[in-house]
């Protein structure tokens, strides 16, 4: 079965870092769009940062742009995203999804697109 295990998220303080690892299984990584995905409590759910597994391609919210680095060890089925300079506001919890395939570019962050999703990790960043 896929399977999708996120973990690394925690309590930080405003302006720390923290690293979110997603370990994949059951599909073709390499040739699938994955994706981190937030939701914050009352809020919908929405796109973090997303990656092409099929050509390396990147896409970031506005929000995280220059705090936050997506990546991807093919070796290892595991997705990062490492967040710097965090912010109370990026509190949520992360999830880590797989479409299963490629996806366009401009779908890369619509989590319609996305057939496979983990259980999540909570991130709380601290005032």
């Known amino acids: 079965e896929v399977q999708l295990v996120e973990s690394g998220g925690g309590l930080v303080q405003d302006g720390g870092s923290l690293r979110l690892s997603c370990a994949a299984s059951?599909?073709?990584?390499?040739?699938?769009?994955i994706g981190w995905f937030r939701q914050a409590p009352g809020k919908e759910r929405e796109g973090v940062s997303c990656?092409?597994?099929?050509?390396?391609?990147?896409a970031y919210a506005d929000s995280v742009k220059g705090r936050f680095t997506i990546s991807s060890d093919n070796a290892k089925n595991t997705v990062y995203l490492q967040m710097n300079s965090l912010k109370p506001e990026d509190t949520a919890v992360y999830y880590c999804?797989?479409?299963?395939?490629?996806?366009?570019?401009?779908?890369?962050?619509?989590?319609?697109?996305?057939?496979?999703w983990g259980q999540g990790t909570q991130v709380t960043v601290s005032s």
């Open positions: 999804a797989a479409a299963g395939y490629g996806l366009e570019y401009d779908l890369l962050m619509s989590k319609y697109e996305y057939t496979y």
């Open positions: 059951g599909f073709t990584f390499d040739g699938s769009a």
């Open positions: 990656i092409s597994n099929n050509d390396g391609s990147t």
